[in-house]
């Protein structure tokens, strides 16, 4: 299971380097910054994708590679109640919860559940998740999709897909990769978020608050959906191999392992050029 190595929040942005150490940007008022301590991390992940004025403070979570999970920051919900939790594979936030897999397959979630999201104690042969804004989604190692959660907009109705490697959760839609590089989505088409349908040969997705973003075989950066903070200015980039989408700005990692970004800079979260060493993970 690859790990993510770049992660984003609403106002800051996560990157792990090749010697297991993490660097974040941006905002630090609930502390989501504070990673400077952790080591043997293997992927990482960033909370709070919400777009509400008064929901700013965000969490990060950082996978270890005994299995342990870290987190930093708002803990309003008991999103960073994650110490006695082992034998994870994989992780992923959402705005109020933190999700990882286990090494059986099962999921299991801390934090905000209002809404359904915290439901995926059922779940079984789950190989990757995401998490939204309010909803949760996975993908079975059969390649079918699971969803749960917040579904106003369709974004949990996922039932149909087939072959999928992996997905991506952003405010009111859903993302789904499929074994032959295409990509499908649902949920909220306002902002054109979900206008995927035309995309071939994609390697990796992410999906931000009203847009989303993938990198193709050759390297090269796609995006659709709100680009009012210049979110989905990337169509310049190269040499990709992994993404991550916030709420307003997008991510991109480069071959070298350097870093590139794009939208909202208003708290220093797209503040990336110094970073060397980020590499994407087997």
């Known amino acids: 299971m690859t790990g993510q190595v770049l992660a984003a929040g609403r106002r800051h942005s996560v990157g792990l380097r090749t010697d297991g150490t993490v660097v974040a940007v941006g905002n630090d008022g609930a502390g989501e910054c504070r990673v400077d301590g952790w080591t043997d991390v293997v992927a990482v992940a960033a909370g709070n994708v919400h777009t509400a004025r008064n ?3 965000s969490h990060t979570v950082g996978l270890r590679s005994d299995g342990s999970v870290v987190a930093t920051g708002w803990d309003g919900d008991g999103q960073c109640a994650v110490s006695e939790w082992r034998d994870a594979v994989a992780v992923a936030a959402g705005w109020r919860t933190t999700l990882a897999v286990l090494a059986g397959g099962r999921v299991v979630a801390t934090g905000r559940g209002a809404e359904g999201q915290c439901d995926v104690s059922p779940w079984t042969k789950v190989v990757a998740i995401a998490g939204g804004d309010w909803h949760s989604v996975a993908v079975r190692s059969d390649g079918t999709a699971l969803a749960t959660g917040n579904d106003r907009r369709g974004q949990c109705q996922v039932s149909r897909w087939r072959d999928l490697v992996a997905v991506a959760a952003g405010s009111l839609h859903t993302l789904g990769l499929r074994g032959d590089g295409s990509v499908r989505a649902t949920g909220d088409r306002s902002s ?3 206008d995927v349908d035309r995309w071939r040969d994609v390697i990796r997705i992410a999906a931000g608050s009203h847009h989303s973003v993938a990198v193709t ?10 680009n009012s903070r210049g979110q989905c200015d990337i169509d310049a980039w190269s040499d990709l191999v992994a993404v991550a989408a916030g709420s307003a700005h997008t991510l991109g990692l480069r ?12 708290f220093g979260q797209c503040r ?10 087997p």
């Not at 071959?255 to 208003?266: E, I, K, P, Q």
């Not at 990336?272 to 993970?281: C, I, L, P, S």
């Open 55 to 57: 929901t700013g403070r």
């Open 192 to 194: 054109r978020a979900c």
């Open 217 to 226: 075989t050759d390297g090269r950066a796609m995006a659709v959906g709100d």
């Open 255 to 266: 071959a070298d392992g350097t870093v590139l970004s794009a939208g909202d800079n208003t």
């Open 272 to 281: 990336v050029a110094g970073w060397t060493d980020v590499v994407e993970r």
